[in-house]
């Protein structure tokens, strides 16, 4: 985390909740994803602050925010998002999500779309079954046998080593192991690997992802949305880019060329421009009771629009 950056923490319902709070401007959420913590956005805050209040917590469960038996669901999550928030004293904001994260800030958005001025989401997860076999193996049986033997101090450091040089050997495919090794390394706790558990039973079972925003997309109508995706994206397939054109016409849609599933990390300047374009060419949504409850009546079918096509950016060799 870039120097001056301090993690603060606030306790809320008994349950210790660690987050980053910098810059000033209009309030801009920033989720993180499965097994990782808000410093997976350490390369994007610094820029993001010189217009933003950027907020990026520790979800409970992850990082240096506490692990307990609790309620791991997006819904849960989301309720805990809202909570931070209203302690924070933040009454809207522009909610963005990487992968789980994403998911969580589609729900947040459907659940308190009054505190909720745009969506940006990452590589999010709803969008279709698909994903790695290695979150659906996450729910098998043995799972957190299996990595009590992997983060074992000598083997983990093995494992670790090994995955950060396949991350920089050029290979596309082990682009995002860098992470993924991030991730293994924080389950040598076992009230880590207890709680990543729960929040992928809650949402992925052996045929894939089990949660899904494609029955309520009709509401980005009264909200605006980014979608931001990586060509590369081994975890999550590039094609529910496509599926988030179709579901949300509406819906600004943007492939990244030579980016993983961390896009935002892959190529933090791009990343950060698309971001501020985003907020700079759209005004945040005004909830309307009674327009809701047209969408909600109505399925959005009484809308109707063009269907957004993915814009690919080009290689940074091509930008340099």
């Known amino acids: 985390m870039p120097k001056g950056l301090e993690v603060q923490y606030l306790t809320i319902h008994g349950h210790k909740r660690a987050f980053v709070k910098t810059g000033s401007g209009p309030a801009l959420l920033l989720l993180h994803g499965l097994g990782c913590d808000h410093t997976t956005w350490r390369s994007v805050i610094p820029a993001l602050a010189r217009r933003y209040t950027v907020i990026a917590p520790d979800l409970l469960g992850h990082g240096l925010s506490d692990k307990p038996r609790a309620d791991y669901s997006v819904g849960g999550y989301a309720n805990g998002m809202r909570d931070l928030l209203t302690v924070l004293g933040i009454d809207k904001v522009t909610v963005a ?3 789980f994260g994403g998911g969580v800030a589609m729900q947040f958005a459907y659940q308190f779309p009054e505190r909720t001025e745009r969506m940006v989401l990452v590589a999010p997860g709803g969008l279709g079954p ?3 076999p290695a979150i659906r193996a996450i729910t098998l049986p043995g799972f957190h046998q299996a990595m009590g033997v992997v983060t074992l101090p000598g083997v983990r450091h093995a494992t670790k080593l090994s995955m950060k040089a ?10 995002d192991l860098d992470e993924v090794a991030e991730i293994v390394d924080s389950f040598r706790d076992p009230r880590a690997r207890a709680a990543i ?3 992928v039973s809650h949402c992925v079972d052996w045929r894939g992802q089990v949660v899904t925003m494609a029955d309520r997309a009709y509401l980005t109508q009264a909200m605006p949305m980014l979608v931001v995706w990586g060509t590369e994206d081994s975890v999550i397939p590039v094609r529910h880019a496509g599926v988030a054109a179709e579901i949300a016409p509406g819906a600004t849609v943007e492939v990244v060329g030579n980016a993983g599933h961390f896009p935002h990390k892959d190529h933090p300047q791009r990343f950060v421009k698309i971001v501020n374009d985003f907020i700079g060419s759209t005004e945040p949504a005004v909830y309307h009771r009674g327009r809701w409850r047209n969408l909600l009546r109505t399925g959005g079918q009484t809308v109707a629009g063009p269907v957004a096509a993915p814009v690919v950016r080009p290689d940074a060799a091509e930008i340099a």
């Open 197 to 199: 558990r729960h929040v």
């Open 130 to 132: 698909e994903v790695t």
């Open 97 to 99: 999500g990487h992968s």
């Open 166 to 175: 396949l991350a920089y050997s050029g290979l596309s495919k082990a682009r």
